[in-house]
C-alpha cells in the first residue's frame, strides 16, 4: 500500500504520554486521543499513518463519518477541482450551483428510485443540530411538548438532544433538568419475551400512564453509541404505526447508520416503515466534512424561514463531496460489494466468537456495523487498547464500553480487512491472555 | 477584475421567482436565498458571481464567517495542497499534526502576544455549539444554573443557545420552555442615562430580585444580529468585575464580531476585560469552513473527557485553513490595512447619513461591522432590496430588521468597495425615491 | 337513625339540574358536584343529609379525609370546646399548646409504638404542599433533581406535585413542561410475571439508561386515585432498599391511605419498610379540617428556617381535631373493629362478584379501600351514578374511571353499611340492567 | 380586658429557649416561633396570651390572615352553631348549603356593590394553590407559557407558585429549575423617575427582547412580603391597560393585601383596574381557617371540570366563617372605622419617623398595613425583637428583613392600640440605645 508520506515536523511521541502541546493547550475534554494517543499525519483508505510513521487500520472510519475511506479519489478530486475554480464555497443559505446539484443528485439517486418523497432542511452542519431541528418541526406540527426517546440512545450532547440521549455523564454535563422527554425501553430493553412496543402503545392509551401523549417518537434502527443494540423490523413498524394512528411525528435518527453502514443507504429500508423526519449526517459529505440533512414529508415542513438558522448550513465544500459521494450509489457494484462485506464481517465476527469460546463472546449489531460483547464487560476496553497497540483502531461503545464496535470503511480494501481483523485477533490474544491461539492468528503490528 | 468562470450549468434564473428544484425539494425554512434571489456559482474576494454571469459586491461576508474574502488564495491553496498530500481530514478529536499546528500557531499568534492564558476546547463546528460547551463549563464549574443574558441577544438556536437568544419567533420555534436564563437590559437598553451595569449590580445583592444568583453572564460586545449595539468599554468592565467578584464566569460570544471585526482580533481588546470563556467561530477557518472553538481559562476546564462530544469536532481541513488565516494576523501590514478599513467605512456610513438628512438617518456599530438605521423602520428591508437589485449583497438585522449591516471583507480591495459603496447610494435613493441625487453619487449595476 | 336536622332553607332542587347559583358563580372546574347533584346540609357517622331531606349512605368519605365519619362526637366536641375557650386558631408556625399536645400526642400515639423515629414538618394544610415539601427536602438532601414516579400515581396538582401525577388531563392543564421526573411502571404494571422493582434496579444501574440518578422514588402503597392498584410488600422492600443502597430518598405519599385506612396506621405497616419521608393529610384532623404533616427522618431534615412557608401551616383547629382523633389508635376496640370492618368489605365485594357472574367483576384494592372494576369498563361510572339514584354516594377512580371505588368510614355502623351495600346492590342491578336478582338483593332508596 | 383564661398545662417555658418537645420533634423548618418564642395558648381581638399568662398586642394578625381579630365573637359564634348542629364540615367540591351562602353573600356584598363580574373557583385552601390555579387559567386561555412577575414578588412556595416569588433562598429550596417566568422591576425599582409600566411596554413591543408574550402578568399593589413596596394607581392601569390590549391575562394576588386590608375590600378599589384573575385568602375565612379563592371573568373561565382539584376545596367552615365575615362589609360603621384605623395608623407611623429623627426612619406601605425602614437595614430586626420582649409582636418584612411590618387587626380595639404603640416606642428606643425619649413615650411590658 502506498501511503501518502507527509514531511515528518518532530519526533514521534510516546504512544501514552499525551504529546505536550495537546496536555498543554487542549481542553481537558477531549477523550478519543487518550485512548488512541497518537499524532496523526495521513490516511488514505482504510490506512491512516501517524507522524512517526506507523500505519494503523481504521475500524473507525470517523465514528461512522467515513463510510467511504479517507480520502476516496473521486470524492477528493471533485473537491480539490471546485476549489480550484473558485467555486463558492461558503454561502448560508443561499443557492448555489453546488447546491442545487447535490439535491438534484440525491433526489435522482437516493429518494426517487426508493419511491420517497421529503424535503430536505439543511440545518446546521452537526448530527445534533439536524436531530434539534427534528424536534422543533415534531413540536410545531402537533403543539405538543413531549418525545419519547429510548433507553441507551443516543442523539447529541446540545441541550435539546441531550434530552434525548440516555448516557447519564453526559446528561449531567448539561447541569440543567432535560425536560420535555418520555424514556421508553428500546426493543429487547425488557428480555426478549417481552413487546415494548406493545407497551408503548398501552402507555399511550392509558390516559393516567404518566407518559404525556408525544410530540414524536425518535429511533435508532441501531443504537451505535448505546451498544449495538438492534431492533427488528416488525417492532419498528409497531412502533411506527402506533405513532401514525395517534398523530405522532415519526423520526428515525440514521446518523451514524445510514448512509449505506447497515447494507442500505437508509437504515430502515426493507422494513416497510417510512418516517415522518429522517436525520442525516455523518457520511453525507463523502470525507469528513461538516454536514447534515433532515428529510422531512412535504406535509410536515411547517417551520417558517428563518427561525431554525446557522452559519455553516451552506457548506459548498460538502455539497460538492455528497454530490459525488452519491455516485457510488449509482453504480450497481458498489452496492453489491457492500452486500458482501456485510456478510464478510459477519462471518468473521462469528469465526472470532468460535474461536475464543471461553469468554462467552456476543456478536452483535447488523449490517456493516458489527461489534463484540463479552460476559467480562472490561474486556471491550481492554482489547481495543491491545488493539490499538497492535495497529488496529477500533472503539467501544454502550454505557459502560463494554461492546466493541466495528465500523470499518465500506470500501474498505480486501487486505485492509485482513490485516484489521488479524490485529483484532491478536489483540483479542492479548487482553485475555490466551497467546496460543492469538499467536497462530494475530498479527502483529508490521 | 478576473472572476473564475465556471460553466454555466442552466440558464440563469429570474431573480424573483425561487428556481424551481429548491421551492420543489428544499424546506420552506431556508431565508437568505429569498432575499438574495439568484443561483450563486464562484466568488473571489469581496465579489460573487451568479450562474447568469452577474457580479455582486459582498457586503454579508457569510454573517461574518468570511472575513478574509470569498477563496483567500494563501489560505485555499493551503487546503488544496492538504487535500493532495491525503492528509487527515476527519479524526474525531484524536490528535494530528494539522491540529497540533493550529493550536500551537493559536497560542503564539493569538493569545501569547496579548498576553492571554487560555485552554482551546473543540466543541462541534457551529457556534451555537461552542454557547452550548460554554454553557456546560460555566453551569459545571459554579453548581448554579441560570445564566444571564440581554435583550436582543443572538446566541443560536440549539435549546441552549436559544434560551440565551432573545428573537420571539426564534424562541418559539422550539415549542417547549428555555429554562435557566435570566434576561436584563444591555447597555443602552434603558436610555442614554441609565447604567444598566449598576442594575445588574443591585439584582444580584438584592435577595429578593428573583434573579438567582447565575452561573455566568454571556456579552455580545457588539449585538451584531441584534441590531448593531454596542457597549461602552466601562460598562463591559464593570459587568465583568461585578461578575467576578461574585464567582460568575464571563463568557464573551465573538462569534460574529470576533477574528478581527471590530478592528482586533478580539472584540474586547483594550477594554482591560478578560473573560473566563470566548467562544469563536465563523470566520476562524478562513476559508468558510465550518469550526468553532472555546476558549477557557485553565482553571475552570472542569469538565470529565468525552461528556461533550460531537463529529465534526476534528475538521482538519478547517485546522489547515485557520492555521494559514492566523498568517494575517502576523503581518503587520494586515493589522494597519484593517484600521484603515474601519476608517473609511465609518467615513463612508456618515457621508450617507449626512447625504439624505430628511431620513434621519444613524450610524450604528463600530469597527468594521457599520450599518444604518434610519427613522423609517421599513427602510432597512426596501434599501436591502433595492441593493441586490443593482448587485450588492447586504443584510438587514434587528428583532424588525430595521438596520442595515454592513459586514464586508476585511481584506476588500478598494474597488470593490467604491462599486459596493456606490451601488448601496443608489439603493438608498431608489428605495426613498429621491432618484436626483441617487444619479448623483449610486451607481448602476455595472 | 337519629340525623340531625337543619332548618330547610329552601325547596329541594332537583338532582339532576345544577342548582342556579352555582351553575351562574361557581367557575365550570367544580366536579364532584355534577355527579353528587344534589345540595347537602348536614352529616353524622356515615350518612349524609340534603336540603331536601333525603339521607345517602356516604361510601366516599371526602375520598378519604372523613376516615371517622362525620362530625364525629368526641373530636367535635374537643373542636368546640377549643372555640369555646378562645384558643388560638391561627398561628403561622409559631408555638401553642394545641400543637404541641398534637406533637406530643403522635409522637406517643403513633411513633412511638412502632419504633419509628421521625421529625414532624408542617406544611402548608393540603396534600399537594406535603409533597410539594417532600420534593424538596429529598432534593435538597441529595442535590439530585430527578423523582421517580409510578404509572397511575396521584400526588396532587400544584405544578411540583402535578409533575408526579400520571393523570393526562390534569397534567395537561399545567400549560407548561413539568420537568424532574422520571416515570417508571407500578407493581404489576408489566404483568403479573414481570417484577417492576427488578427493573428499577436495572434502569439505575445502566448508565445509559436515560433515567438520571434519582434524588428519591414516591410511592402510594395503594393507587387510590389511579385505580385501587395496590403494590405486594416484596416490591415495596426491593423498591427501598434498591434506593437505600444508592442514597435515593424513599417518600410514602400515605395521604389517602394513611391514617386507617389499609387497616393500620400507617399503609406500609408490616412490610419491614421504613421510608424516609412520610406525607399524611386528609384524615389528619379526624373532622375534615385541612391539615397536612410531613415526616422526615431526623438526619435528613436539611431546609433552612422559613424556606418552605404558607400561611395556614398552624391550623390549630386541626390541631386539636387530630389530637382528638388519636384517642381512637389508642384505644384496642377501635383497632379490632377496624380488622373486622376489612374483612366485612372483603367479603361484601367478592359477594358481589360471585353474584353478577357475567360481569366479569374483579374486586381490587385492600384494607378499607375497596373497589370494583368490570371487563365493561363504562360500568363504573353507570353504577356509580345509579347508585347515587339510590342514596349511595359512592365515587370511581382510575385513568377511564374504570374502578368503582368505596371508601366508608373507618367507624361506619353496622345498619349504615347493610344499607348501603343493599344500594350497591341495586345499583350494579340497575346499571347492567339485571333487575331480577337486583330485586332480591338490592335496597330501593327508603 | 377579660382574657378568657385556659387551664396551664406545664410550666411556662423560657422564652428564650426552643420549648423541648419542639426542638426534638418539629422540622428545623419552622420559623416564626424562633422570633417569638412563647407557647401561646388563647387569643381575643388583637390580644394574646401565652401559657405563662403573659399578654402579647398582635400587630402580626397570622400575617394578614386576622383581619377581624382573633376569635371574633359573632363569626366563632356561626362557626360554633354550625359544628353544633352537624353541619356539613367537608364535602370536596359538592353542592353544600354552607357553601352556597358563602357564594350568594359574596356575590350581594362584595361583587354586585362594586359592579364586578368574576366567576369563583374554588381552589385548594392556601394561598399558593389559589395562585397555581390562577396560573393554569391563564396559560390555558391564551396557549401561551411565560407569565410576569415582579422584583421583590412573593406568591407562594409550591413550584408554580415559587417560580413567581423573588426570594432568592426559597427559589434554590427548589432543588430544580423553575421556568416559565420572566422578571420585570416593579413600580419605583428602577428610581422614581423611569417609568417601569413604560419598560413592560417596550419589551413586550420589542420582538427580540427576550421577554415571551407572555400568558399573564401577576401583581401585588403592595408587595406584602417583599417589603412593603406600593405601586401607584397610574402604573397598575397602564400595566393592566398594556396587557388587555395584547391578550396577556392580569392577575392581582391580593391574598395578603386584600379582605380589607388597605381599607377597601380589594386592594385596587378606586384605580379603574379591573383584573382578570383576582386571588384571596388569608383573612377570607374571617377566623384563620384555611380558606382560598380565584375570581374568574366568566369568559375566561376555560379549564375543564376536575382538572385542578384537591381535597380541601369544600371546607365548610370556612364558608360558614367567610358568610359571617361578610356581615363586617354590609355595616357602613365598620367601612368608616376601618378608614379611621387607616389614618390613626398612619399618624401613628408618621409621628414615630418624627421622634427618631436621627435614625432616617421611612414609612412604607399603604391603609392599614403599614412598616418603617431605616437607613441600617438591620435595624428592623432588632426592634421586633425588642417589641417581642416588651410583649408586642410584630414581624419584618423585605429580602432582608429590613422592614418592620405592622398587620394590627382592622377591628383592634383602641386601647390595644395604643398599648401595641407604646410598646413599639420603646422597643425602638430599646433597639437603638435611645432610653431617655423612649421612656417619656415607650411602654413597659404591663
Known amino acids: 500500500m502506498a501511503v501518502v508520506s507527509l514531511e515528518r515536523t518532530r ?37 491512516i499513518v501517524d507522524e512517526g510513521g506507523r500505519e494503523y487500520i481504521d475500524f473507525l472510519s470517523g465514528a461512522g463519518a467515513l463510510n467511504y475511506g479517507h480520502n476516496p479519489e473521486p470524492i477528493k478530486r471533485a473537491v480539490i477541482d471546485y476549489l480550484s475554480k ?73 441541550l435539546g438532544s441531550l434530552a434525548l440521549t440516555g448516557n447519564r455523564s453526559k446528561r449531567a454535563a448539561a447541569g440543567i433538568c432535560l425536560p420535555g422527554v418520555a424514556r421508553l425501553p428500546y426493543d429487547g430493553y425488557l428480555g426478549a419475551g417481552f413487546d415494548t412496543a406493545a407497551l408503548f402503545e398501552r402507555l399511550l392509551d392509558d390516559e393516567g400512564s404518566g407518559i404525556d401523549m408525544p ?10 453509541e448505546g451498544g449495538l443494540n438492534t431492533c427488528s423490523a416488525q417492532w419498528l413498524r409497531r412502533i411506527c404505526e402506533t405513532a401514525k394512528r395517534r398523530g405522532i411525528v415519526t423520526i428515525v435518527d440514521d446518523i451514524q447508520v445510514g ?34 440533512l433532515v428529510l422531512i414529508k412535504p406535509e410536515l415542513d411547517c417551520l417558517p424561514p428563518g427561525v431554525h438558522n446557522g452559519t455553516f448550513r451552506g457548506n459548498n465544500l460538502a455539497f460538492v463531496g455528497a454530490r459525488a459521494a452519491l455516485d457510488y450509489w449509482s ?20 469465526a472470532i466468537a ?57 470500501t474498505i480494501r480486501e487486505d485492509e480487512l485482513d490485516s484489521g481483523f488479524k490485529r483484532l485477533h491478536g ?17 502483529q503490528h508490521d
Open 11 to 47: 519526533t514521534p511521541t510516546n504512544d501514552l504520554d499525551q504529546p505536550d502541546i495537546f496536555a498543554r493547550h487542549e481542553s481537558d475534554i477531549r477523550l478519543y486521543c487518550r485512548r488512541f494517543a497518537s499524532v496523526f499525519v495521513s490516511a488514505s483508505s482504510a490506512t
Open 86 to 158: 473558485d467555486g463558492i464555497l461558503h454561502a448560508l443559505d443561499m443557492h448555489t450551483v453546488a447546491k442545487r446539484d447535490f439535491i438534484s443528485a440525491f433526489y435522482e439517486t437516493v429518494l426517487r428510485p426508493r419511491g420517497l418523497d421529503y424535503k430536505l432542511a439543511f440545518s446546521g452542519p452537526t448530527g445534533t443540530n439536524a436531530v434539534e431541528l427534528a424536534m422543533k418541526f415534531a413540536r410545531q406540527v402537533t403543539k405538543r411538548e413531549s418525545i419519547v426517546a429510548f433507553t441507551n440512545a443516543y442523539h447529541g450532547v446540545s
Open 215 to 224: 410530540a414524536a417518537v425518535i429511533i435508532e434502527t441501531v443504537q451505535a
Open 259 to 292: 448512509c449505506g453502514r447497515t447494507g442500505t443507504f437508509f437504515s430502515f429500508e426493507g422494513t416497510g416503515v417510512e418516517p415522518d423526519i429522517i436525520c442525516l449526517s455523518k457520511s453525507l459529505s463523502g470525507i469528513g466534512q461538516p454536514f447534515s
Open 331 to 350: 453504480d450497481p457494484l458498489f452496492q453489491r460489494r457492500l452486500e458482501g462485506l456485510c456478510c464478510v464481517l459477519r462471518e468473521r465476527f462469528d
Open 354 to 410: 468460535r474461536e475464543f469460546p471461553t469468554l462467552q463472546t456476543r456478536v452483535v449489531g447488523r449490517g456493516a456495523v458489527l461489534g463484540l460483547t463479552w460476559s467480562d464487560a472490561t474486556l471491550a476496553r481492554r482489547v481495543s487498547a491491545a488493539a490499538f497497540r497492535r495497529g488496529l483502531i477500533i472503539e467501544t461503545c454502550g454505557a459502560r464500553d463494554q461492546v466493541l464496535k466495528a465500523l470499518p470503511p465500506l
Open 427 to 443: 489483540a483479542i490474544a492479548d487482553a485475555t491472555g490466551n497467546p496460543r491461539k492469538a499467536n497462530r492468528q494475530g498479527g
